[in-house]
């Protein structure tokens, strides 16, 4: 089966509006979000994309540094006053037109920030991993369920049309019973890098790009890992992993029998794949996680080769993220990828440090 790039364009289009029901579609009625942190990700990609939304558009900004905040207030027509300061950034409660933040902040900062816009009576759309702890994790949820307000986890990949198109077929039995996934997903990182600060990453590549094959895995058998196991090391001493790992090399057992091995790397481009393997065929997807070029291909026994490219560009994978929360808020529901879908992930990954002989 091959579906032509303006059929997968259309299918995408659906997935993305059909997760808002008509009764989540007020008329003229959008969610305003105060983004946290000035970095690559917020400014080059989530930004960008929430100009393509339909329920989400940017509110307020806050920044270390005023000059950037107030270039990127002036592309977004942000008034000054609501620009902040981290000083100044409980000040968001008196702003009604912020709905949500959105906190793109190195990892060690994700609680801190998520709990006092909590407290101000924010909903938070949190990048992953939600943040460097367990108890950390679970203050996040419970600081947002005292608040009643929305804890959302930022796993685009989850509202991304190849990855949900791999859910499907899986889901429909096209595989057949599902045996074994392989993934993997890192890069070479540079030097200066604040991910290699093991207090502000938490932890090396498993907690930066490891976690997508993690949360992958979990979402394409739908089940918890009963069993896991992992191995780091460092190859490089060039002072870049005296914090962190370099590597980090994992194998997971499901309840159903499903077994898993992934690797991730700060010490070599490693593209972002995952491949599912069935008693009836074999899916693969590479690129997996990156912001665009999703590509999708299948070997199902008595069935053509399915071969789905994805021709969505950057900053395609943002809009269906934020108006989720958008629609979450409306209909006042619980978000697919809530702060436990994170505490999770949390949890695991600190599991796979201790088997790895870390400690804390």
Known sequence: MNISRRELGRITAAAVFSQLSPSARPQGRTIGYGIVGLGRISMQHFMPGLKASKYSRVTALVSGHRDKAEK???????PAKSIYSYDNYDAIAENKEIDAVYIALPNNMHAEYSIRAAKAG????????MATTVADSQAMVDACRKANKKLMIAYRCQYEPTNLRAVQ?????????????ESANGFNIRPGEWRLNGKMGGGGPLMDVGIYSLNACRYLTGEEPAELNGYSSVIDHDGRFNEVEENLSWTMKFPSGVVASCNTTYGANMPGFYRVHGSKGMLHVEPAFGYEGQHLTARIQGEPLIDEPNP????????PEADHLAECIFENKEPKTNGEEGLKDMKLMMALYRSCGRMG
């Open 72 to 78: 990127m207030a002036a592309e977004y027509n942000v």
């Open 122 to 129: 924010k909903h938070v759309l949190c990048e992953k991993p």
């Open 169 to 181: 077929l899986i889901r429909d039995g096209k595989l057949g019973k599902v045996e074994a996934i």
């Open 312 to 319: 969505n560009r950057d900053p395609s994978q943002f809009p």
